[in-house]
């Protein structure tokens, strides 16, 4: 079964500053089956990027995300208010798994 | 619109049963999978299953496996997710959620609200 491992676990940042979150996997992943979602408190989680970097509808351009193998990125180019979360990545097709999931609170 | 839309939040005691639903609308309920996500207190996402309405093609986590039962009732495009005998430690919300158009090699792209389960005596 794969593991993937999002670090860190709470990054405390104030708006307009760019944000880097890691998932890694424990063994390779390809990247068309690599999601990232938002969450936030007493919501659904929502899609923001699948196949590793493409954007779901309606998802503005300063999420991004990269990576292949093991290691994936979600940037999120300058924080918005709304965009403090919880975020998780997550392999999917075959066995599905997520990963413990990342707190962006502000600072 | 598409969406999902899972029922209400249940209470129930140990040893009970439950079956809670998630009905789709606003496209073709037989031609996508839908898996289920539980979401325990204060913690993390995890993916408990799915099935293939169209021929009720049904795959489990092995964490789940046996534990739970996924079903669907094509004739009112509604999801089940059911415990025979709940335990304390079901208590948790749950989630249906869509997979996208390219089926099960595709990201869940529609959720559903969630449904809390509260098990206690």
């Known amino acids: 079964e794969i593991v993937l491992t999002q670090s860190p676990g709470t990054l405390s940042l104030s708006p307009g500053e760019r944000a880097t979150l890691s998932c890694r996997a424990s063994q390779s992943v390809s990247s068309s089956y690599l999601a990232w979602y938002q969450q936030k408190p007493g919501q659904a989680p929502r899609l923001l990027l699948y196949a590793a970097s493409s954007r779901a509808t309606g998802i503005p351009d300063r999420f991004s995300g990269s990576g292949s193998g093991t290691d994936f990125t979600l940037t999120i180019s300058r924080l918005e208010p709304e965009d403090f979360a919880v975020y998780y990545c997550q392999r999917y097709g075959g066995s599905p798994t997520f990963g413990g999931g990342t707190k962006v609170e502000i600072k | 619109e598409v969406q999902l839309v899972q029922s209400g939040a249940e209470m129930k005691k140990p040893g009970e049963s439950l079956k809670i639903s998630c009905k789709g609308s606003?496209?073709?309920?037989?031609?996508?999978?839908i898996g289920w996500v539980r979401q325990m207190p204060g913690k993390g996402l995890e993916w408990m299953g799915i099935i293939y309405p169209g021929d009720s093609d049904t795959r489990y986590s092995p964490s789940f496996q046996g534990q739970v039962t996924i079903s669907a009732d094509t004739s009112i495009s509604t999801a089940y997710l059911q415990w025979s005998s709940l335990r304390a430690s079901d208590t948790a919300m749950y989630y249906c959620a869509r997979h996208g158009y390219g089926g099960i090699s595709d990201a869940f792209d529609i959720w559903g609200q969630g449904t809390m389960v509260t098990v206690s005596s």
């Open positions: 606003g496209y073709s309920f037989t031609s996508y999978w």
